[in-house]
C-alpha cells in the first residue's frame, strides 16, 4: 500500500466543511435554500467522517511501521501525534482563556481543565468555544489505546478492532437504558462512539490482507453512489434510538468506510480527481487548523459580525495556525518516524 494515499486530503476537506456548514447554517445570513437540504446534523456527520479516517489512517501507518521495521516504535508513535496534535490545539486554547479573561467569551466551570486534558468528552456542560474539543479528546483517547491494543494483539488485531464494531452499539443501548434523560454522552464519551474509529481501522486491516485495490474492486461504484444517501438517511432516524443507536449509527459508519475505500481505490475517478485537485487538498491539509479556529468565529454570541465576515476569520486564523503552528513542526515530526 503506498505510503501516500490519494484522495484522503480531499476527504479531510469535505469533512471539515460539513462541520462548518453545519455551524454556519445556525447563523444569519445562510442561504434558506441551502438551510433546507441540511435534513440531518451534518456537522456531526462530518466528525464522523473524521473518525473512520483517522481509524483508517493510523491503522495504515501501523501496519506500514510493522511490514517495514519488523516493529512498533510507541515512543514515537506517540511523539509523532502529541507534535501533531498538541501545540495547535494549545494554542487555540491560549487565545481562548485571553478572550474569556478580556470577558469577550464565557466559559463554563471546568471547560480548560477538561480541555486541557483531552477528557472533554466526558464534560456535558461545556461552553460553545471549547465544546468542540470533545472530538479531539476522542482522537487522543484512540490514539492512546489503539496502538497499545495493536501491539499486544499483533497479528489478531482485526479480532479485537472487530470486537469493539459488535460491543459499542450494544453499550449504546444499555447507555441509553441506564442513563438518565437526556442521556449525556451516548453522541460523545468513548465507549459510545469508539466504534467509528474501529470501523476504519477494521478497512485498514481488511486492505492490507485482501490487497486495496482488490478490495476496492469488491465495491461497485453504482453501490458507492448509494452510501451517502444511506448515510444521510440512517442520520435522519436519531431521533429514533431503537434504530439509531443499535443499528443506525454502523449503517453510517460502513457507508463513510465504503466511500473512502472507493475513493483511494479509484484516484482517476471523476470524484477522485475532485478530492485530488488543488483547492481540495489546500482545505484538507489545513482542516485541523481550520476545525479549531471555526468554532470561536461560528459562536453567535462572541460578537456581531455578517456570516462573510465570519469565514474570512476563520481563514485568516486556520492559516496563521497552520504556517505559524503546524508546518514548523513538520521537521520535528519527521524525526520519529520509522
Known amino acids: ?34 438551510k433546507a437540504l441540511l435534513v440531518v446534523d ?3 456527520l462530518g466528525v464522523t467522517v473524521f473518525f473512520v479516517l483517522s481509524g483508517f489512517l493510523i491503522t495504515t501507518l501501523l501496519i506500514d511501521e510493522r511490514e517495514r521495521t519488523g516493529r512498533v516504535s510507541l515512543r514515537d508513535f ?31 466551570p471546568g471547560d480548560m481543565l477538561h480541555a486541557l486534558t483531552y477528557t472533554m468528552n466526558y464534560h456535558h456542560e461545556a461552553a460553545w468555544t471549547l465544546g468542540h474539543l470533545w472530538s479531539l479528546a476522542v482522537e487522543e483517547q484512540f490514539y492512546l489505546l489503539w496502538p497499545l491494543a495493536f501491539v499486544w494483539a499483533g497479528r489478531r488485531a482485526l479480532v479485537v478492532a472487530l470486537l469493539v464494531l459488535c460491543a459499542a452499539p450494544l453499550l449504546r443501548v444499555v447507555g441509553w437504558v441506564v442513563l438518565p434523560f437526556p442521556h449525556e454522552g451516548l453522541d460523545r464519551q468513548f465507549q459510545f462512539v469508539c466504534d467509528a474509529l474501529a470501523t476504519g481501522c477494521v478497512l485498514a486491516l481488511v486492505a492490507r490482507q485482501v490487497g486495496l485495490q482488490r478490495l476496492g ?35 453510517i459508519h460502513v457507508a463513510i468506510a465504503a466511500c473512502i475505500l472507493w475513493v483511494v481505490a479509484n484516484p482517476s475517478a471523476r470524484v477522485g480527481r475532485a478530492l485530488n485537485s488543488r483547492v481540495a487538498v489546500v482545505i484538507g491539509v489545513m482542516s485541523y487548523s481550520l476545525y479549531l479556529w471555526q468554532q470561536l468565529f461560528l459562536d453567535p454570541d462572541t460578537f456581531s459580525a455578517t456570516l462573510a465576515t465570519r469565514l474570512l476569520l476563520v481563514l485568516g ?10 508546518k514548523p513542526l513538520m521537521a520535528l515530526r519527521s524525526r520519529y518516524r520509522p
Open 1 to 34: 500500500m503506498p505510503r501516500h494515499l490519494p484522495g484522503l486530503d480531499g476527504v479531510r476537506a469535505v469533512a471539515v466543511l460539513m462541520v462548518i456548514a453545519g455551524h454556519a447554517s445556525r447563523l444569519p445570513g445562510f442561504p434558506e435554500a441551502m
Open 42 to 44: 451534518i456537522d456531526e
Open 78 to 108: 506517540y511523539a509523532r501525534r502529541t507534535i501533531r496534535i498538541f501545540p495547535a490545539a494549545y494554542a487555540y486554547m491560549a487565545v481562548v482563556a485571553l478572550a474569556a479573561h478580556a470577558g469577550l467569551v464565557v466559559l463554563a
Open 217 to 251: 474492486a469488491m465495491v461497485p461504484g453504482r453501490l458507492v453512489v448509494l452510501a451517502p444517501v444511506v448515510a444521510l438517511a440512517a442520520a435522519a432516524w436519531k431521533d429514533r434510538p431503537s434504530f439509531y443507536l443499535p443499528l443506525g449509527v454502523t449503517m
Open 317 to 326: 486564523a486556520a492559516a496563521a495556525s497552520f504556517h505559524l503552528v503546524e
